[in-house]
């Protein structure tokens, strides 16, 4: 017996609230009671009343709800239920019991209060018993799919609607999703019309369609696109810092010619002095490139070759476009000092496979198909109450449906990479693939990708050195709640739900990735929390440092081109023609900028890294972890203000403040 007072949180976005009526009851260890109550929710409120129990209930393991209709079925949000405890001579208990799900339909939905998973060993199994009916309903709604074969799977959803209400976007991501969408293909309507009569015929001639409004960098871009430093300082800080590697050897692809003895001297004295780099593209050999509109679009794989100056900048040695070809001539390598436009076009020619590399490997494949996997392990093996589930289920939101947006409207038949990109009509999925055969675990960890890639300790590699402080931050953070609920080694190793998480992820969504250096199983705290720090930096850091770019240094459309039009030149003679019968046509050209602006840009509702509101954990250990964690953001927040106070090109997308909690775009 015992006066208890229930609090119950609504969701506060669109339609969260419910005029169905809603009961609750008590779940205790000795009884359970209803609490009589036929509640109508509103949106964004906490409502709160009090009862008096006649039963002994014992110490509360769950609240039990169930949302009755009479005429329409009117779902409900709810946040989470707390419960006040007064008893003689005790001080009131708090006791929360997380939920953040819809509450559809009128089956009673169970919440084990927020600390169940430390006693899921005790009380009589009622917890481990919930966790199981709870992962058997989840497999069900969420499963596995191979959209395509040699890629990671996916979940199971031939478009966005098949996919669970819990992972949908709330109503006013998709009006604003889809909105500004609409509004995109205005834009290209009206530039179209606009360039109707107009030339095609000069670079100049893209300036019709940069209007609207842009960013600074995007401004910068348009201003310095042509210059030698500007296009090195891309593979350290632009939309895609995962390319470029220091040189160990000359690569063996670069063959220099006779008459280019000076190069090979050059080259060779800048990798004895440690500052020779590379950029290889050869992912993209022998890719089949798209027809578009009956018209062939072409493809590259290149080599750059670049120099580390005392000052920072990384500028171009050589470029040469294809890999050499036994029983063809030797590729020829393209110079700085060659004419300017040839010079120019050979740049275009990097900067159009980087589009590829960074939108399909980086991007689609390291960031959103990787987390997505994640996604799909975590609702099929961890249940609500197990902290990992916890700890990741904020870095989460989202995912699943920008992912199946992805695969029915971008890269589906008929999707933009076939409608504007020279790697569409099936060569991206190639690309994907071979992407795929080579995703390493270290590739997705900052402090050994960066190491193995030559990168660490260069002054001017901004995205490096931020990518390197987040890493240590979310690592902290990770260990900080991983230490709360594995005192040792040993209650990882016997953890069965983590160990099926981790196998799943491993041997099923990423298909047997363990030859890839992915674990199939925790050994040690440290594991685990290398492995979860991963997954958070991939979730977070890594897309903002990957997707925000797009709006920078893709809106104007020369300096990142999303298709070639022409094959790549042979000879140092190119003329103007050539550069713009190559580069996109007025079309593709714009539809490439409302994407990369629809995609880059920064998304409304966005929650900031570490600020999610949610609650799922209970008691002060994780108020202090996460307040821990807020500071340490705080303080490189700070960090990167001051140093980008100093800089002419300032590095922001793993700015703290800029990195999105989730992939949500
Ligand atoms: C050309 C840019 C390709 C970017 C591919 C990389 C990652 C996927 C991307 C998510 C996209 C999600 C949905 C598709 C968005 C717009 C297409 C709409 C086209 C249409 O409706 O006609 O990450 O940001
Ligand atoms: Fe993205």
Same mark, same amino acid.
């Not at 009755?68 to 708090?94: G, M, P, R, Y």
């Given at each position: 017996m015992g006066r208890y007072r229930v609090r119950v949180a609504t969701g506060s976005?669109?339609?969260?609230?419910?005029?169905?009526?809603?009961?609750?009851?008590?779940?205790?260890?000795?009884?359970?009671?209803?609490?009589?109550?036929?509640?109508?929710?509103s949106r964004g409120q906490m409502e709160d009343f009090e009862v008096d129990v006649?039963?002994?209930?014992?110490?509360?393991?769950?609240?039990?709800?169930?949302?009755?209709?009479?005429?329409?079925?009117?779902?409900?949000?709810?946040?989470?239920?707390?419960?006040?405890?007064?008893?003689?001579?005790?001080?009131?208990?708090?006791?929360?019991?997380?939920?953040?799900?819809?509450?559809?339909?009128?089956?009673?939905?169970?919440l084990p209060e927020a600390t169940a998973w430390?006693?899921?060993?005790?009380?009589?199994?009622?917890?481990?018993?919930?966790?199981?009916?709870?992962?058997?309903?989840?497999?069900?709604?969420?499963?596995?799919?191979?959209?395509?074969?040699?890629?990671?799977?996916?979940?199971?959803?031939?478009?966005?609607?098949?996919?669970?209400?819990?992972?949908?976007?709330?109503?006013?991501?998709? &009006?604003?999703?889809?909105?500004?969408?609409?509004?995109?293909?205005?834009? &290209?309507?009206?530039k179209r019309l606009y360039t109707l009569l107009n030339?095609?015929?000069?670079?100049?001639?893209?300036?019709?369609?940069?209007?609207?409004?842009?960013?600074?960098?995007?401004?910068?871009?348009?201003?310095?696109?042509?210059?030698?430093?500007?296009?090195?300082?891309?593979?350290?800080?632009?939309?895609?810092?995962?390319?470029?590697?220091?040189?160990?050897?000359?690569?063996?692809?670069?063959?220099?010619?006779?008459?280019?003895?000076?190069?090979q001297v050059q080259l060779e004295r800048k990798l004895q002095e440690g500052c020779l780099f590379e950029a290889d593209f050869s992912l993209l050999a022998g890719v089949q490139a798209n027809v578009i509109q009956g018209e062939r679009q072409h493809l590259a794989a290149p080599l750059v070759m670049l120099k580390m100056e005392p000052d920072g900048k990384l500028l171009p040695m050589a470029i040469q476009l294809q890999p050499p070809c036994s029983g063809s001539p030797d590729p020829p390598l393209f110079l700085p000092s060659d004419p300017s436009l040839t010079w120019l076009l050979a740049k275009a020619w990097v900067r159009n496979s980087d589009f590829q590399l960074h939108e399909l490997q980086a991007h689609l494949l390291k960031t959103h198909l990787v987390a997505e996997v994640f996604a799909v392990a975590t609702m099929r093996c961890l249940p609500g109450m197990h902290p990992i589930f916890k700890l990741l289920i904020p870095h989460l939101r989202y995912t699943l449906e920008i992912n199946t947006r992805a695969r029915t409207k971008l890269i589906s038949d008929g999707g933009i990479f076939d409608q504007v990109v020279n790697t569409g009509g099936g060569g991206h999925l190639d690309v994907l693939r071979r992407a795929t055969a080579c995703l390493t675990y270290r590739s997705l960890c900052p402090p050994y990708d960066l190491a193995d890639r030559g990168l660490l300790g260069i002054p001017s590699a901004l995205y490096a050195h931020d990518a390197l402080r987040l890493w240590d931050i979310i690592s902290r953070y990770v260990q900080g709640i991983v230490h709360l609920y594995y005192s040792e080694d040993k209650v990882v190793q016997s953890d069965p739900e983590l160990q099926a998480w981790c196998q799943e992820i491993t041997e099923i969504g990423l298909?047997?990735?363990?030859?890839?250096?992915?674990?199939?199983?925790?050994?040690?705290?440290?594991?685990?929390?290398?492995?979860?720090?991963?997954?958070?930096?991939?979730?977070?850091?890594?897309?903002?440092?990957?997707n925000q770019g797009q709006l920078d240094w893709y809106a104007w459309v020369p300096n990142a081109p999303c298709t070639m039009r022409k094959p790549p030149p042979t000879t140092k003679d190119v003329t103007l023609e050539m550069v713009m019968a190559t580069l996109p046509n007025v079309h593709q050209a714009c539809l490439q900028m409302t994407i990369?602006?629809?995609?880059?840009?920064?998304?409304?509702d966005m929650v900031p890294l570490g600020h999610h509101k949610e609650e799922y954990f209970a008691g002060p250990g994780h108020k202090a972890v996460l307040n821990r964690f807020q500071e340490d953001l705080n303080t490189l927040e700070r960090e990167i203000v001051a140093r980008n106070k100093g800089l002419d090109l300032p590095y922001y997308y793993l700015q703290p403040s800029r990195i999105e909690n989730s992939i949500t775009i």
């Open positions: 976005f669109a339609f969260s609230g419910s005029n169905n009526q809603v009961r609750l009851w008590l779940v205790g260890l000795r009884a359970e009671a209803e609490l009589g109550l036929r509640l109508r929710l006649s039963e002994d209930l014992g110490p509360l393991l769950f609240v039990k709800l169930r949302k009755t209709h009479l005429l329409l079925k009117d779902a409900w949000f709810c946040n989470h239920i707390t419960v006040w405890v007064f008893q003689e001579s005790t001080e009131e208990k708090e006791i929360m019991f997380p939920c953040y799900r819809w509450v559809q339909g009128d089956g009673i939905i169970c430390m006693m899921r060993n005790e009380v009589q199994g009622l917890f481990q018993k919930h966790g199981e009916e709870e992962l058997e309903e989840r497999r069900t709604l969420y499963r596995w799919a191979t959209w395509k074969e040699g890629l990671p799977l996916s979940v199971a959803a031939a478009s966005e609607k098949d996919l669970p209400l819990d992972v949908r976007f709330h109503e006013g991501k998709k &009006i604003d999703f889809e909105g500004t969408l609409a509004a995109g293909m205005m834009d &290209i309507a009206l030339s095609w015929k000069s670079l100049e001639d893209f300036d019709q369609i940069f209007w609207g409004s842009k960013s600074a960098l995007a401004k910068r871009v348009h201003q310095s696109w042509k210059e030698d430093d500007f296009f090195g300082y891309q593979f350290l800080n632009g939309v895609n810092p995962t390319l470029l590697r220091r040189s160990t050897s000359l690569p063996t692809r670069l063959v220099i010619p006779p008459e280019l003895e000076g190069l298909c047997g990735a363990q030859e890839r250096g992915f674990p199939v199983s925790f050994q040690s705290r440290a594991e685990l929390c290398h492995f979860v720090t991963m997954c958070i930096f991939t979730c977070t850091a890594q897309h903002s440092g990957i990369a602006w629809h995609l880059g840009r920064f998304q409304p």
